[in-house]
């Protein structure tokens, strides 16, 4: 059984970074490779959206209000996807979701993601 386990949330004050974590298990041998793995966001009273993605190729992308202030990678040898967190503001306070499915990171929305963490929480404050 897949799991995603979500680490790394906590509060900072604007202008500060954080490093956000997703320990994956339950991946046949190999398989995580070959994933789409994103990270999401949800603010209180607003959908889900997607912050970053980063293929199986190692291709990423990212939504505007986040380029040049985060960055995504992942570790296939180890299962893990990381989300590092710079020059923070306000405006991203949200839990942060990992999340992954088969084939090709498209500009997909949150349900096309088959397997998911439990979230972490980051709060910014100004």
């Known amino acids: 059984q897949v799991q995603l386990v979500e680490s790394g949330g906590g509060s900072v004050r604007a202008g500060g970074s954080l490093r956000l974590s997703c320990s994956a298990s339950?991946?046949?041998?190999?398989?995580?490779?070959?994933?789409?793995t994103a990270w999401f966001r949800q603010a209180p009273g607003k959908e889900r959206e997607g912050v970053a993605v980063?293929?199986?190729?190692?291709?990423?992308n990212y939504t505007s209000s986040v380029k040049g202030r985060f960055t995504v990678s992942r570790d296939n040898a180890k299962n893990t996807l990381s989300l590092e967190m710079n020059n923070l503001k306000p405006e991203d306070t949200a839990m942060y979701y990992c999340?992954?499915?088969?084939?090709?990171?498209?500009?997909?929305?949150?349900?096309?993601?088959?397997?998911w963490g439990q979230g972490t929480q980051v709060t910014v404050s100004s």
């Open positions: 999340a992954a499915k088969w084939g090709l990171c498209l500009n997909e929305g949150p349900e096309e993601y088959t397997y």
């Open positions: 980063i293929n199986p190729s190692g291709s990423t």
């Open positions: 339950g991946f046949r041998y190999g398989s995580y490779s070959r994933a789409c």
